[in-house]
T-cell receptor, first 114, second 116 residues
């Protein structure tokens, strides 16, 4: 079956512009996560959606970052007024929602802010 | 709070030799532990997990990991390394007692290179 997909795979933007990154989770997965992976770094948690519950936004680094999940499926991560330090790979993952289950990751979106 | 440490940024091993990638964790309750592998320009792939039960967990591609509660470790092992095992390996932990119970905390990753 289809895995987690993300688009675009690469995004180059200029400092100050807004960007939107998209994630299509595995069908039926109720939990969706966004992570950021900077060069040579581990994964930094950004935000978590579980069903219809309020999202856990505790990892968002600034108010320039926001995310939404429409209809419990597709999610969009928006970064406003991008800065060079936002350059990273943004990974999306989904899981069936219980804490014991592993997360399935998408291939990521590589964001480069010039 | 939950945390995980991977003390080695880089591990090199000759093909055919056993490999170990180290991971230690810190949680206030019982941990759920995971290993993921990342190949170049790819997302993370799940390898194995420890939830409860046997301390030795077997996973994909011949990998296994041993949960050691007294040493708070969850080292990844493979008896005979392949060149194709060369990749970036991440250990992750979840602590259901913490406020971030739904989140995985990842280590910084260990780059494994298997030399032919």
């Amino acid at each position: 079956g289809a895995g987690v997909s993300q688009s675009p795979s690469n995004k180059v933007t200029e400092k100050g512009k807004d960007v939107e990154l998209r994630c299509d989770p595995i069908s039926g997965h109720t939990a969706l996560y966004w992570y950021r992976q900077s060069l040579g770094q581990g994964l930094e948690f950004l935000i978590y959606f579980q069903g219809n519950s309020a999202p856990d936004k505790s990892g968002l680094p600034s108010d320039r970052f926001s995310a939404e999940r429409t209809g419990g499926s597709v999610s969009t991560l928006t970064i406003q007024r991008t800065q060079q330090e936002d350059s990273a790979v943004y990974l999306c993952a989904s899981s069936s929602g219980t804490s014991v289950n592993e997360q399935f990751f998408g291939p990521g979106t590589r964001l480069t802010v010039l | 709070a939950q945390s995980v440490a991977q003390p080695e940024d880089q591990v090199n091993v000759a093909e055919g030799n056993p490999l170990t990638v180290k991971c230690t964790y810190s949680v206030s309750g019982n941990p759920y532990l995971f290993w993921y592998v990342q190949y170049p320009n790819r997302g993370l792939q799940f390898l194995l997990k420890y939830i409860t039960g046997d301390n030795l967990v077997k996973g994909s591609y011949g990998f296994e990991a041993e949960f050691n509660k007294s040493q708070t470790s969850f080292h990844l092992k493979k008896p005979s390394a392949l060149v194709s095992d060369s990749a970036l390996y991440f250990c992750a932990v979840r602590d259901l007692r913490s406020g971030s119970a739904r989140q995985l905390t990842f280590g910084s990753g260990t780059q494994l290179t298997v030399l032919p």
